[in-house]
């Protein structure tokens, strides 16, 4: 319903602006490198083939490795991830393309090459991300969308559209409770809308939904399902084939497979040896002498936590209360005097957080995954949101998503937070990947220098 007038060019022009860098740097590599045929016009015309075979490759891998398929709420995370992907497999097929041809072209000082290949594309595609996503929260290039029923998810995803402006959606309130299909398509076509949200948990009845996509279908409006909070089914099943035959099957995630299983074990002990031996060594000594010193009572706070498969072991991290009986059952609150002033700041910089990396060299944590909830916490939020279990799918964290983008499950509306909280957790379960964990430890590491704001 609504007229897309520019995004479909948008695609095509990132694309020969991709190119239009791929060609300079390897011109500019061929030529450096090859001085005495910069003036020979019949290696220009052979090379120029050479040229139109690079670019053949880039596109089509890009159907694979999907670096132009940019949804609005794509994350810079997951966009880098794609390019790294894509730019590693793209500099082997060249590697492979110039061993077979044995071209001038495709040897010219290939790494090098690659660092400023990667170096120019990384830029310039980055420079684009964040270029769209400004115009879009300046209100450029948005989606007209709109709501039916309305329940926890329809409000969560409002607020995150709310929150998020360079997503660049446009929310149009239709408050009508019955639906008349005169009325509704009339507000589409006034108010231009192009998606409809519609919750799987609504007050009409079949007859009215199928009326609903029938209508939307004929006007051109898409359609997108918002499942219940409080369910799992979603999280539960994989859509499959056999023939043609669509069938649900059990999901498998990332880290069910033992190959990144076996990746990412070997990264948290590497990891944490090399914290422990360069970092730990001498700060655990300083904080244990300023926890002394301020309070009485031990250096380090035992508390039991569920892990992976639910699994409760004892999470290890340096004492930042008082010695207190409620320290096992009640959350941490606003200027919580439980709270000491060393532990204040330990808080703020995460490094109470530091002993952990003790449970994970025993297996029981990872560096990055769901962060782990005392078993109160657990207990009590596991039967109200469907999907909260998924979590114990994985390792939990050291870190991990939620608490990188601020979500920490324990201010404002606590039970819409944690809400959101469960729902970060389980996108990192369904999409986990190496180049997701590195982004989140980088986030982190600045997360602690510059202090987090939402500590308690």
């Given at each position: 319903?609504?007229?897309?007038?520019?995004?479909?060019?948008?695609?095509?022009?990132?694309?020969?602006?991709?190119?239009?860098?791929?060609?300079?740097?390897?011109?500019?590599?061929?030529?450096s490198?090859?001085?005495?045929?910069?003036?020979?016009?019949?290696?220009?015309?052979?090379?120029?083939?050479s040229?139109?075979?690079?670019?053949?490759?880039?596109?089509?891998?890009?159907?694979?490795t999907?670096?132009?398929?940019?949804?609005?709420?794509?994350?810079?995370?997951?966009?880098?991830?794609?390019?790294?992907?894509?730019?590693?497999?793209?500099?082997?097929?060249?590697?492979?393309?110039?061993?077979?041809?044995?071209?001038?072209?495709?040897?010219?000082?290939?790494?090098?090459?690659?660092?400023?290949?990667?170096?120019?594309?990384f830029?310039?595609?980055?420079?684009?991300?964040?270029?769209?996503k400004?115009?879009?929260?300046?209100?450029?290039?948005?989606?007209?969308?709109?709501f039916?029923g309305?329940?926890?998810?329809t409000?969560?995803?409002?607020?995150?559209?709310?929150?998020?402006?360079?997503?660049?959606?446009?929310?149009?309130?239709?408050?009508?409770?019955?639906?008349?299909?005169?009325?509704?398509?009339?507000?589409?076509?006034?108010?231009?809308?192009?998606?409809?949200?519609?919750?799987?948990?609504?007050?009409?009845?079949?007859d009215?939904?199928?009326?609903?996509?029938?209508?939307?279908?004929?006007?051109?409006?898409?359609?997108?399902?918002?499942?219940?909070?409080?369910?799992?089914?979603?999280f539960?099943?994989?859509?499959?084939?056999?023939?043609?035959q669509?069938?649900?099957?059990?999901?498998?995630?990332?880290?069910?497979?033992?190959?990144?299983?076996?990746?990412?074990?070997?990264?948290?002990?590497?990891?944490?040896?090399?914290?422990?031996?360069?970092?730990?060594?001498?700060?655990?000594?300083?904080?244990?002498?300023?926890?002394?010193?301020?309070?009485?009572?031990?250096?380090?706070?035992?508390?039991?936590?569920?892990?992976?498969?639910?699994?409760?072991?004892?999470?290890?991290?340096?004492?930042?209360?008082?010695?207190?009986?409620?320290?096992?059952?009640?959350?941490?609150?606003?200027?919580?005097?439980?709270?000491?002033?060393?532990?204040?700041?330990?808080?703020?910089?995460?490094?109470?957080?530091?002993p952990?990396?003790?449970?994970?060299?025993?297996?029981?944590?990872?560096?990055?995954?769901?962060?782990?909830?005392?078993?109160?916490?657990?207990?009590?939020?596991?039967?109200?949101?469907?999907?909260?279990?998924?979590?114990?799918m994985?390792?939990?964290?050291?870190?991990?998503l939620?608490?990188?983008?601020?979500?920490?499950?324990?201010s404002?509306?606590?039970e819409?937070?944690?809400?959101?909280?469960?729902?970060?957790?389980?996108?990192?379960?369904?999409?986990?990947?190496?180049?997701?964990?590195?982004?989140?430890?980088?986030?982190?590491?600045?997360?602690?220098?510059?202090?987090?704001?939402?500590?308690?």
């Open positions: 319903m609504q007229r897309i007038r520019y995004s479909r060019y948008l695609k095509s022009i990132i694309i020969l602006l991709d190119l239009m860098v791929i060609a300079s740097i390897f011109i500019f590599f061929f030529i490198r090859n001085e005495d045929l910069k003036y020979h016009t019949e290696t220009w015309y052979q090379n120029a083939f040229l139109m075979l690079i670019f053949l490759f880039w596109v089509l891998l890009s159907g694979r999907k670096i132009y398929n940019i949804p609005r709420n794509l994350t810079y995370t997951l966009f880098l991830e794609r390019l790294l992907i894509h730019f590693i497999s793209f500099i082997l097929g060249v590697l492979l393309i110039g061993k077979v041809s044995k071209n001038v072209f495709f040897n010219s000082d290939i790494y090098w090459l690659s660092f400023y290949l990667f170096a120019f594309i830029l310039a595609k980055s420079f684009i991300y964040f270029s769209i400004y115009f879009r929260s300046l209100g450029a290039n948005y989606r007209n969308v709109m039916l309305d329940n926890d998810s409000e969560i995803l409002k607020n995150i559209f709310k929150n998020r402006k360079d997503y660049g959606y446009k929310i149009f309130e239709y408050n009508s409770l019955d639906i008349n299909t005169g009325e509704l398509v009339d507000f589409w076509k006034s108010n231009g809308i192009h998606t409809l949200f519609l919750s799987t948990e609504n007050s009409y009845s079949e009215v939904e199928s009326k609903i996509f029938k209508l939307a279908e004929d006007n051109k409006v898409h359609i997108s399902l918002i499942p219940s909070i409080t369910q799992s089914d979603f539960l099943y994989d859509l499959g084939y056999i023939q043609t669509p069938v649900l099957n059990q999901a498998r995630y990332p880290l069910d497979y033992y190959s990144n299983f076996l990746m990412k074990r070997t990264f948290d002990i590497a990891f944490s040896i090399i914290v422990l031996i360069f970092i730990c060594s001498w700060v655990f000594p300083i904080i244990a002498i300023l926890i002394k010193t301020t309070s009485k009572g031990p250096v380090f706070f035992l508390q039991k936590r569920y892990g992976f498969h639910e699994e409760v072991f004892d999470c290890v991290k340096f004492r930042t209360m008082v010695v207190n009986d409620e320290s096992t059952t009640q959350t941490t609150k606003e200027n919580d005097s439980r709270i000491t002033r060393i532990g204040k700041f330990l808080r703020k910089t995460s490094l109470d957080e530091l952990q990396f003790l449970n994970v060299l025993k297996g029981e944590m990872s560096v990055v995954g769901p962060r782990p909830h005392m078993l109160a916490v657990d207990n009590y939020y596991k039967p109200k949101i469907g999907r909260y279990s998924l979590r114990s994985v390792s939990p964290g050291i870190t991990g939620a608490q990188v983008n601020g979500l920490r499950g324990d404002g509306d606590v819409v937070e944690m809400k959101k909280r469960i729902l970060a957790d389980a996108f990192y379960v369904r999409n986990w990947s190496f180049v997701l964990d590195l982004v989140i430890i980088l986030k982190t590491v600045l997360l602690v220098i510059g202090g987090d704001k939402n500590a308690k």
